[in-house]
Structure formats: structure tokens, C-alpha cells
């Protein structure tokens, strides 16, 4: 049994695990103890990897098995199932930051993503933080009265809502016709593995709530997300080199921060996990 540590970074959400080499077999115990944790703190920080491309698909597949992302264009060069997120991308002149407003991943799947990872191989010297904000507390905080009125209420999830505040990168041609039918999932989930509720938003991505007009449906969504988003929830991720994070989209949001000079080059290699139909 190998020894190490994992240590919640907030009283709610986030652990930081110090002593594994994920190069290394990771024994079934360790693999239990690491997914149990998981499950608990919602976002887990592994300090101090090194990986290959191929090291990483190896490593992430501790927490679960690999799932193909959407835009298939952007690969780690010679990898193509190895995904990247880079602040290299413009369009229109625009320079792209993914994940730059609160979301979850790839919401827009009958079965999104339970979980997506990052593993930092160029980072800025300061700034490029990654927010987390937990959906399990949120949900709870909630006066009765509205968990009564969101209760049963189902959103619809694109690829990119007509109401999304922010875009996203290009697709090719080919990427566009292999993405999936809608998402159409409920507005507060529980989780699989630890059995809580969640709210399960996304602006990005929704683009309207079953049986209420467009106009209703935003304000609603508007309002869950100013209670979601407040700093009492949040875990804020200063990335170190090094860093490896796995983050479970069914109980945080999350988002980058375009705060650092855009001459340095933030790069990290990213990996999704299946996930089950949100109920
Ligand atoms: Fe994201």
C-alpha cells in the first residue's frame, strides 16, 4: 500500500492528494480510496505528476473510462484521442478562452461527462486560475419554495444555446454531424455515487426549460446561477506545474480566467469520462 495524503482545500469542496506516482499501477484499494474521495470532495488536485500523453489516458482511466470530446480537431499533436485546452485559438480576431463563463462540460449529450481532467504541461507565471463552485450546496441552500417550483423541470442542452454568453470555438464540418441529439436533462440531479442533489446548469448550452417561454426560463435560469456562483460555494484552483485535476461535472461548475498576459501560453492536456443520463 503505497502511502499518501488527501486533504480537502475548503470545508466543501476540493482535495489535494500528495505521495502517488500515476505512472505507477494504482492497486484496487488505492483505486477505492481515490474514487471515494472523488465522490466526497467533487474536485481532486494529484501535486507533483508527470505524464506522456499516453500516461494520462492511462492515469484518468482510475476514476473511470475515456470519452471522446466534440470538437475532435483539437488534439494533442500525434494524439488524437489526448484533447488539449491553449489560449492560441482566434476567431475573428477574437482570441478564444475555453470554459471562460461558469459551466459543465458537454451538457448537451443524453449522457454527459461525469467528470473531465486537466493535467498543466505549460502554464502563465501568474493568473489562468480555474473557479469551482459546488451545486450539491447550492441546491441545499435553496428555500423550499423554489426546490418546489424547479422540481421536475427539464432543460434542453445544445451544442451552443442562442442565448450562450459567450461562443465557442469553431467545428469542423465533420465534428458538427457526429454531435449528438440534445441533451434534455433535468434541472436538479442526484448524484450517482453519493447520492446528493445538484443543480445542473448551464447557459452556455441551454437554451430553453420544457413548457415555459424562452423569456421566463432565462430569468430563472439567471437567478440560479447569481445564487450558484457566490464565493461561498466556489474552490479557486491556482495551478502549480505539475498539477493534475479531475473535477466531477454532475456536482461543480466551473470556469478559466483569461487575467494573465496572453503572450505566455497556458496549455493543459484534457480527458473526459463517460458519464450516466442525468435523473
Ligand atoms: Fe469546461
Do not use: C
Amino acid at each position: 500500500m503505497p502511502s499518501f495524503t488527501i486533504t480537502p482545500m475548503t470545508g466543501h469542496t476540493g482535495a489535494e492528494v500528495i505521495g502517488l506516482d500515476f505512472t505507477q499501477p494504482i492497486d484496487a484499494e488505492t483505486r477505492a480510496t481515490l474514487n471515494q474521495a472523488f465522490a466526497e470532495h467533487h474536485v481532486l488536485v494529484m501535486r507533483d505528476q508527470h505524464f506522456s500523453p499516453p500516461e494520462f489516458k492511462q492515469a484518468a482511466q482510475v476514476f473511470g473510462a475515456l470519452q471522446q470530446h466534440d470538437k475532435k480537431e483539437t488534439f494533442v499533436p500525434g494524439h488524437p484521442d489526448v484533447y488539449y485546452v491553449s489560449n492560441d485559438q482566434i476567431v475573428n480576431g477574437k482570441r478564444i478562452i475555453p470554459g471562460e463563463t461558469f459551466h459543465t462540460d458537454h451538457s448537451n449529450h443524453p449522457a454527459p461527462p461525469k467528470a473531465t481532467t486537466l493535467f498543466a504541461v505549460e502554464l502563465p507565471s501568474s493568473g489562468g486560475d480555474t473557479q469551482y463552485v459546488n451545486m450539491h450546496d447550492a441546491y441545499d441552500d435553496l428555500l423550499a419554495d423554489l426546490k418546489a417550483r424547479i422540481d421536475g423541470l427539464r432543460a434542453v442542452h445544445v451544442y451552443l444555446s442562442k442565448y450562450s454568453p459567450r461562443s465557442l470555438g469553431t467545428l469542423t464540418e465533420e465534428s458538427r454531424q457526429n454531435l449528438p441529439p440534445p441533451g434534455i436533462h433535468p434541472l436538479v440531479r442526484t448524484h450517482a455515487d453519493n447520492g446528493r442533489k445538484a443543480l445542473y446548469l448551464n447557459p452556455v448550452r441551454m437554451e430553453a426549460i420544457e413548457g415555459m417561454p424562452d423569456e421566463d426560463a432565462l430569468a430563472l435560469i439567471d437567478q440560479l446561477m447569481r445564487h450558484a456562483t457566490q464565493k461561498k460555494y466556489e474552490y479557486r484552483h491556482q495551478w502549480r506545474h505539475g498539477d493534475w485535476v479531475i473535477w466531477d461535472n454532475r456536482s461543480v461548475m466551473h470556469q478559466a480566467n483569461p487575467d494573465y498576459d496572453m503572450n505566455e501560453r497556458r496549455f493543459l492536456y484534457r480527458l473526459m469520462l463517460k458519464g450516466e443520463v442525468p435523473v
